[in-house]
Antibody
Framework: QVQLQQWGAGLLKPSETLSLTCTVY????????WSWIRQTPGKGLEWIGE???????FYNPPLKRRVTISVDSSKNQFSLTASSVTAADSAVYYC???????????????WGQGTTVTVSS | ESVLTQSPGTLSLSPGERATLFCRAS???????LAWYQQKPGQAPRLLIY???NRATGIPDRFSGSGSGTDFTLTISRLEPEDFAVYFC?????????FGPGTKVDIK
């Protein structure tokens, strides 16, 4: 049974860099996309971006300038960094596995436990 | 961007009743790219339905999905106590992939 375990700093100051990592247990990075999503009471669930095992990534356009998603296959991990954070980046961040095929989306079927990130001076 | 709206915002029902939740997309979504999730307080979302009508692994058959084009429905045939939660629809047809704002199903 595949599980995602995520971690990272939960309290940041404005202008700092957010860094979160998600480790995949019980499965491989191959054959899936790996996503980051955040959730706030005001904006709900927001897709940040995702990456495949070989490093091909794509992002939500409003965030693209500040966000990088990377993968480390040797550690079975993928990571999210976001530079120059503001209070608007305060959210619960989730990593998730994306199951997709040719012209078919099987859903985000495995999720991490979530990390609460607060940006405050 | 494909905007998803969900209705109603809150659905107050009793255990054993039928729940019908709606998701409308601002642009047509192929059924192959529409999913539903359940979220309970303090937990991550859980995949319920993919391909608009296919139950994910381990999801009870009281959950069903239907719809096409811009209008989709999630139905819970008989609410169990553990079904009181928030439900989200998601489209994966057009990047950025978006979620609806959610429908809260609470106990009447």
């Amino acid at each position: 049974q595949v599980q995602l375990q995520q971690w990272g700093a939960g309290l940041l100051k404005p202008s700092e860099t957010l860094s979160l990592t998600c480790t995949v247990y019980g499965g491989s990075l191959r054959g899936f996309y790996w996503s980051w999503i955040r959730q706030t009471p005001g904006k709900g669930l927001e897709w940040i971006g995702e990456i495949n095992h070989s490093g091909g990534a794509f992002y939500n356009p409003p965030l693209k300038r500040r966000v990088t998603i990377s993968v480390d296959s040797s550690k079975n991990q993928f990571s999210l960094t976001a530079s120059s954070v503001t209070a608007a980046d305060s959210a619960v961040y989730y990593c998730a596995r994306v199951s997709r095929g040719f012209q078919y989306f099987y859903g985000m079927d495995v999720w991490g436990q979530g990390t609460t990130v607060t940006v405050s001076s | 961007e494909s905007v998803l709206t969900q209705s109603p915002g809150t659905l107050s029902l009793s255990p054993g009743e039928r729940a019908t939740l709606f998701c409308r997309a601002s642009q047509s979504v192929s059924t192959t790219y529409l999913a539903w999730y359940q979220q309970k307080p303090g937990q991550a979302p859980r995949l319920l339905i993919y391909g608009a009508s296919n139950r994910a692994t381990g999801i009870p058959d009281r959950f069903s999905g239907s719809g096409s084009g811009t209008d989709f429905t999630l139905t819970i045939s008989r609410l169990e106590p553990e079904d009181f939660a928030v439900y989200f629809c998601q489209q994966y047809a057009l990047s950025p992939f978006t979620f609806g704002p959610g429908t809260k199903v609470d106990i009447k």
